[in-house]
């Protein structure tokens, strides 16, 4: 079975959550087996929003999964970016696994998210979905959509 990883830093904005669980949906229809990495307040947050783990049954934490992280583990990455920091572990996770990546790009101030988008673009070659969102995860996850629709057909072909 493919394996999926999903990067989640600090759980400021509200989308994140509800956008979690709907990657990880997503990627469990499309044959993965989906893992998330996470700080612990967000792994929180996941815990209240699917607590009978329907959507995410592996949760981990993303420091102790950084140390024993190898190549060829996952097939599919997804980070969630809207900080410095979530794009530094989405870097880093992104070298390590040398595999299939998205990075998923948000924030509400317009400068700050073209920067974030830069600065995933001139340090990786993932797949970039990016929209200004904070409260409404709707733009996101529309673009989200249209990737993981590419992504599958690509496998299917």
């Not at 572990?89 to 948000?106: C, M, P, R």
Request: with cysteine; glycine share 2%; net charge negative.
């Amino acid at each position: 079975m493919k394996k999926a990883i999903i990067l989640l830093g600090c759980p400021e904005s509200p989308s994140q959550t509800p956008l979690t669980i709907y990657a990880a949906h997503k990627l469990t229809e499309m044959g993965y087996e989906v893992s998330v990495a996470s700080t612990p307040s967000a792994k929180k947050l996941v815990e209240v929003a699917d607590p009978v783990e329907y959507y995410v049954q592996n949760k981990i934490d993303i420091e102790s999964c950084l140390d024993n992280l190898e190549e060829g583990e996952f097939d599919l990455l997804l980070g969630f970016v809207a900080k410095d920091a979530a794009v530094s572990y989405f870097v880093t996770f992104y070298h390590i696994l040398n595999t299939k990546s998205l990075a998923l790009v948000f924030h509400r101030d317009p400068e700050k998210l073209e920067n974030f988008e830069n600065s995933v673009r001139e340090n990786t070659n993932a797949d970039i979905a990016s929209a200004r969102a904070y409260h409404n995860p709707t733009p996101l996850r529309v673009r989200l959509d249209r990737v993981l629709d590419k992504i599958d057909k690509k496998e299917d072909s």
